[in-house]
């Protein structure tokens, strides 16, 4: 059996993410803000990423994020960041709050960087009526239901780390629901996130020395 199916829920390292975007078009918009948390077993969320970058086109969208052409233009480009996100997912399941849109930015941005594969993915968003908590809904409104601090100020980090809080919350459910494994997650059910969990986990892909590559990230002024 392929990609994680078979790995215990409670003991595969997950990457939540989030990503600001010049709009809803992957392909022809393009990422300008990116965070990325690390879940570790038994270890409580770490950002190990977050940076704007330049987009190589003018910014839009900032009635939505506040990013303006001016806070990204000495920012790197994606290609810059690209082994330091590869660290960041290395080995993980990488989950977002509403999967569907980040994954088609990341995946777009990596493959135009020479990295085609698609990693094993879990939707924040819909694991909610999944484990059966409730509806499908806001980032908010999900955080609220499980006493989560959270401002919708639409920044990566802010965003990536409510998520990230929010899968520490649904794992206590997988446990709770007997769920062990990603194949007893998926089993049964329809979600099209289900089906990426038959990928493996992204690898490094050179010795690319990332301790001389993080000086060029540039977080958002808080």
Known sequence: MAGVLERPLLETPYAV??????????GLDRIVEIAVARVEPDKDPQIVLDTLI???????????????????????????IV??????????????????????????ELSRAGVLNSPPQLCLMYLRPLLGLGRACSL???????????????????????ASLLLKAYQLE????NLYTFEDLARGKRYKFLR????????LFDGSSTHTLSALLKPRKR
């Open 54 to 80: 330049n987009p190589e086109r003018l910014v839009s969208a900032t009635w939505i994020h506040g990013i303006t052409d001016a806070d990204v233009a000495d920012a790197p480009t994606f290609p810059e």
């Open 174 to 177: 997988f446990a709770d629901q």
């Open 140 to 162: 908010g409104e999900a955080c609220r239901f499980h006493g989560i601090p959270y401002r919708p100020l639409h920044t990566s980090a802010a965003d990536t780390l409510a």
């Open 17 to 26: 993410l989030d990503v600001e975007t010049t709009g809803l078009s992957a």
């Open 83 to 108: 082994p330091l996100l590869l660290r960041a997912l290395e080995g993980c399941v990488v989950s977002a709050y509403n999967i569907y849109f980040d994954a088609r930015f990341l995946e777009f």
């Open 196 to 203: 990426t969990l038959e990928h493996e986990p992204l690898t």
